[in-house]
């Protein structure tokens, strides 16, 4: 039985311990070691400071020293490179490699006054004062009086928008003044719409199949006359090479004249109507075809290219079957003497792109007669030509390998460009001889000019050559 006056239980547990009454420390007195001690931290702390400023210094300085070092490194090795550069070309006695390009045209001179007061008179006009053909345009009775009172101007505005040709084709007649008006308009105009539309005039009714009288054509004196107005050089172009430079002491020295695109179109024209019309004789187309010829030379003329190329088919046309071959020999002995014997020979031969027969038959004459004049002449035949090639030995270092490229190219264009070598067998090993010479007595090692392209050159022909 639970005793009631006794303790209860919650009374009878453990005290909570009570935590004893911290007592108060004294304060240290700070003693003069301590002083010390705090002192050289402080001390040493500065100390350490220091000596990174002087480690940050330090880095700076070995950074300049660095730029300086990389700088002397660069100086150092750029001069290395100079002196490999030199030693280079005076093993290989390189130069610079010339490309082709004549100026063909220098000083121009003052063209022909274009005023012809002929026209006034002109039986054209005075159709239109009949009303004759007045019809046709719809002309008011003041333009008639306009007409009569200014008849150039009015023909210019009938050139130039093609009622001139229309109306020509119409009466079937050219007169003379029209023709030789619209011929220098066309010649010397310094207006491209007036000058292309007096040259549409020309090509239009010397190529219509309609009936039309001409009274006046274009001599040959005339066009001629037109290329030394032009300031054409066609007999100093052996004077200039692909490095030489003329002095322009005039702002049109040198520069092809605006006009030489109608004189290109009207020659062409004026060839292909032989049949109807005998405009040249022989020899003056023979002139002309070399004048072509020698317009591919200009690197000015370039955008003329296929313009050219459809003249220089006209021209070669003009010939007949009797007249071609003389007359070819003679166009490329005339082209020889006056090409350079540079690269500017083998853009003349290369030039003559046809495929027909007259075509390869100009290409190889030309490249034989260039041929001939960079021996002087002093060898001709086909073997003499070939022994004296194969003799050169192109493994000596005074052998001239610019030279031997241009011999290369134009005895390929000489012999491939024509059914010879299939008459004579023995120019046709003659010839693999030669090729085998250049492309296996020359090395890949040959640092000489023009070394790998003529062994290049005369691999690739050998393999032709191997093949047949």
């Known amino acids: 039985m639970m005793d009631t006056d006794g303790p209860l239980d919650f009374e009878s547990e453990d005290l909570i311990p009570v935590s004893p009454v911290l007592t108060k420390k004294r304060k240290k007195i700070i003693g003069l070691d301590d002083l010390l001690t705090d002192f050289y931290k402080e001390q040493g702390k500065a100390i350490e400071r220091e000596s990174k400023q002087k480690k940050v210094k330090k880095n700076h300085n070995w950074d300049d020293e660095d730029d300086t070092t990389q700088t002397i490194k660069e100086a150092k090795l750029s001069q290395f490179v100079d002196d490999c550069q030199q030693k280079m070309e005076a093993i290989s006695g390189e130069d610079e490699i010339s490309s082709w390009g004549i100026p063909v045209f220098g000083n121009q001179k003052t063209p022909p006054s274009l005023a012809f007061p002929e026209l006034g008179s002109c039986m054209l006009l005075q159709s239109f004062?009949?009303?004759?053909?007045?019809?046709?345009?719809?002309?008011?009775?003041?333009?008639?009086?306009?007409?009569?009172?200014?008849?150039?101007?009015?023909?210019?505005?009938?050139?130039?928008?093609?009622?001139?040709?229309?109306?020509?084709?119409?009466?079937?007649?050219?007169?003379?003044?029209?023709?030789?008006?619209?011929?220098?308009?066309?010649?010397?105009?310094?207006?491209?719409e007036v000058r292309t539309a007096a040259s549409d005039f020309w090509c239009g009714i010397l190529s219509s199949k309609n009936e039309v009288k001409i009274d006046w054509f274009p001599s040959y004196s005339e066009l001629k006359r037109a290329l030394e107005t032009y300031g054409f050089l066609f007999d100093s172009l052996s004077n200039f090479s692909s490095n030489s430079e003329l002095v322009h002491t005039d702002s049109d020295c040198g520069r092809p004249p605006q006009n030489i695109r109608a004189w290109i179109?009207?020659?062409?024209?004026?060839?292909?109507?032989?049949?109807?019309?005998?405009?040249?004789?022989?020899?003056?187309?023979?002139d002309l075809l070399g004048v072509i010829i020698c317009l591919f030379l200009d690197r000015q003329l370039q955008g003329l290219s296929m313009l050219m190329y459809e003249c220089l088919l006209s021209v070669i046309s003009f010939f007949t079957e009797e007249e071609w071959d003389n007359s070819c020999e003679k166009v490329a002995k005339s082209?020889?003497?006056?090409?350079?014997?540079?690269?500017?020979?083998?853009?003349?031969?290369?030039?003559?792109?046809?495929?027909?027969?007259?075509?390869?038959?100009?290409?190889?004459t030309v490249a034989f007669e260039i041929l001939i004049f960079c021996f002087?002449?002093?060898?001709?035949?086909?073997?003499?030509?070939?022994?004296?090639?194969?003799?050169?030995?192109?493994?000596?270092r005074s052998c001239d390998l610019f030279k031997m490229y241009i011999y290369l190219v134009l005895t390929e264009n000489w012999l491939l460009t024509t059914p010879f070598l299939e008459d004579k067998p023995v120019i046709y090993e003659m010839w693999g001889v030669y090729l085998r010479n250049c492309s296996c007595q020359i090395t890949?090692?040959?640092?000489?000019?023009?070394?790998?392209?003529?062994r290049n050159r005369a691999s690739y022909l050998l393999q032709d050559t191997v093949k047949k």
Request: with cysteine; proline share 1%.
């Open 335 to 364: 082209l020889a003497c006056r090409v350079p014997r540079d690269l500017n020979c083998l853009r003349m031969v290369e030039c003559i792109l046809g495929v027909d027969a007259r075509s390869k038959l100009l290409k190889s």
């Open 129 to 192: 004062m009949k009303n004759e053909i007045n019809s046709l345009v719809e002309l008011s009775g003041e333009k008639v009086h306009f007409c009569h009172v200014a008849g150039e101007t009015f023909l210019d505005g009938l050139l130039v928008n093609g009622w001139l040709s229309k109306l020509v084709f119409t009466c079937g007649h050219v007169e003379k003044s029209v023709a030789k008006w619209t011929f220098n308009l066309m010649l010397y105009s310094s207006e491209e």
């Open 265 to 286: 179109k009207l020659v062409g024209g004026c060839c292909q109507v032989r049949c109807k019309h005998s405009i040249f004789s022989t020899s003056e187309a023979e």
């Open 376 to 396: 002087d002449k002093e060898v001709s035949g086909a073997e003499e030509i070939l022994r004296f090639l194969i003799s050169i030995n192109v493994k000596e």
């Open 444 to 454: 890949s090692t040959d640092l000489r000019t023009y070394a790998s392209k003529v």
